[in-house]
């Protein structure tokens, strides 16, 4: 069964496919060990030579890292599918998470710092990890199954 899921189009080598799914695990490991690199600090104080308020750096640094997070899931999904009909539903899915569940956080984390409720711990989560991303690869994986 799962020979058939990873069976490959003559046009794709698999060490490609590998390679995709080896960098985008690599780049969530790399992301996950510096969780508490500033990215927008880095950027304004070192070649912009500017300090930003607390609160925008806070949420540019939480947009950067839940895009890097999602966008190297993505590339597992690319890798292990490798379609692009599944890379679309996963940037669907990116922006849903964006609009639905980043969004609200910030806005929650920003206007209400005083609670610091399970909320803001389950809302954190979904946001820094790359959840629902996560819980494509295996629906997908069904649903290929079910094809073949």
């Given amino acids: 069964m799962i020979r058939q899921l990873w069976q490959l189009s003559p046009k794709v080598h698999p060490v490609k496919r590998m390679f995709y799914v080896a960098m985008g695990l690599l780049a969530l490991i790399l992301i996950f060990v510096f969780q508490q690199f500033s990215y927008i600090g880095f950027f304004s104080e070192t070649l912009f030579s500017f300090k930003l308020d607390p609160v925008w750096e806070f949420s540019l640094n939480k947009i950067i890292r839940f895009l890097l997070n999602d966008m190297a899931v ?36 920003n206007n209400y710092p005083q609670y610091n409720g399970p909320l803001y711990s389950h809302l954190h989560r979904l946001v820094m990890n790359p959840i629902l991303l996560l819980l494509l690869i295996p629906v997908l994986l069904y649903q290929k199954m079910m094809k073949t």
Avoid at 77 to 90: A, M, P, Q
């Fill in 74 to 109: 993505i590339t597992v999904i690319y890798g292990i599918f490798y379609e692009k009909k599944y890379v679309e539903l996963s940037l669907l899915v990116v922006c849903f998470g964006f609009v639905f569940i980043l969004l609200p956080y910030l806005f929650l984390v």
